[in-house]
């Protein structure tokens, strides 16, 4: 197997393994999807990283922020968000999957990655209400 | 000196007139340059009031106990944030598709809500200041004079995670005149010499008494 096929084949593993958590995708038509394409027996699920490192622009220091990354399989999503688009997530707020699921806007900032081996990255935020 | 009453007046109006205006639009005035301010706290939109500079052009009149012209001027330092916001509620109770995509378009991201806020902040502020009735800050006739605001730049957005922030500053300067009054030293143990003849020297008053020649 090629070996770019064979990594993206391990990505079940890799992010929607048994480290994988739930997330739910509403695109900007309002179309749910909560079951993975790839599977759609299971739930839709990838890697959740609370916290990530940033550069201060103020400093140029960098820093660690509280807001969480989501990177998901691209062939276990159903359409592929691109920069510009508007879209609602709801996963957990913590590391365990039964939690209860807060829901997240995914705009501003655009998705990375995704052209080499599959997996697309998203920087979602917790929004507030106009 | 008189450009501290100045700041505490420009202050004091600020905050005054901050508090008349709608309640999405009030600020906080702070009357002094914070060193780092958090992008939680900067939820609530601000204004930092400091006296920046002043400019002293000298006067003939200024030697011979005249007040001195002095030009001061005042750094309106201007902090917003805010996160994306939108109909979240609506977005939450969404039950068909039609519903969610109508509620996701009311989202704005928290880059464009900055800064039509630092837009609406600015206005006010300079609507305060400019305002005929804040001539002189509540000040009496002739403590101020002058008073404008010369300039505005806003800087960029910075992200501070989920929230965005900007800042923004303006110049305000104006005329006072100040009264220089010296400075009233620490008072020091009182003491008398009195020495009226050391040895026949008439001339000599001050001094530590003894006998001349003595070391």
């Known amino acids: 197997m090629n070996l770019r096929k064979r990594a993206e084949a391990d990505l079940k593993t890799s992010l929607e393994g048994k480290w994988g958590l739930p997330v739910i995708l509403v695109d900007p038509d309002g179309n749910e999807q909560t079951k993975s394409a790839n ?33 998901l399989r691209k062939s276990s999503l159903d359409r592929i968000p691109v920069d510009g688009e508007t879209w609602k997530m709801k996963f957990p707020l913590v590391p365990d999957p039964e939690a209860v699921k807060e829901t997240f806007i995914l705009i501003g900032r655009p998705p990375e990655g995704g052209g080499s081996i599959g997996f697309i990255r998203l920087y979602p935020q917790l929004p507030g209400q106009e | 000196m008189q450009f501290q009453q100045v700041r505490d007046a420009i202050i004091a109006t600020l905050g005054a007139d901050s508090a008349a205006l709608p309640a999405v639009n009030q600020f906080r005035v702070i009357s002094y340059q914070r060193q780092a301010e958090s992008a939680v706290s900067a939820l609530n939109q601000s204004i930092q009031v400091f006296y920046n500079a002043g400019d002293f052009p ?158």
Request: negative net charge; charged residues 20%; contains cysteine.
């Open chain 2, 58 to 215: 000298k006067s003939g009149g200024s030697f011979v106990g005249d007040s001195v012209k002095h030009k001061p001027t005042f750094r309106l330092e201007m902090t917003v944030a805010s996160k994306a916001k939108g109909n979240l509620s609506g977005l939450e109770a969404a039950t068909t598709p039609a519903e969610a995509s109508a509620a996701l378009a009311t989202f704005f991201e928290a880059s464009s809500i900055v800064d039509k806020a630092m837009d609406q902040l600015w206005s006010d502020v300079w609507n305060i200041l400019m305002d005929a009735k804040n001539e002189t800050f509540d000040l009496p006739i002739g403590a101020i004079s002058s008073r404008w605001v010369s300039g505005f730049q806003k800087d960029n957005p910075t992200p501070k995670g989920e929230i965005v922030l900007l800042t923004a500053n303006a110049i305000l300067s104006c005329d006072v005149d100040e009264e220089v009054i010296g400075v009233t030293g620490t008072l020091g143990v009182d003491f008398d010499v009195t020495v009226s003849d050391i040895n026949g020297d008439t001339e000599q008053k001050t001094g530590t008494a003894g006998t001349l020649g003595e070391t």
């Open chain 1, 39 to 71: 599977d759609p027996l299971n739930d839709l699920t990838g890697q959740i990283l609370y916290d990530h490192r940033t550069i201060d622009t103020d400093t140029g220091m960098e820093i660690l922020v509280n807001t969480p990354v989501v990177t």
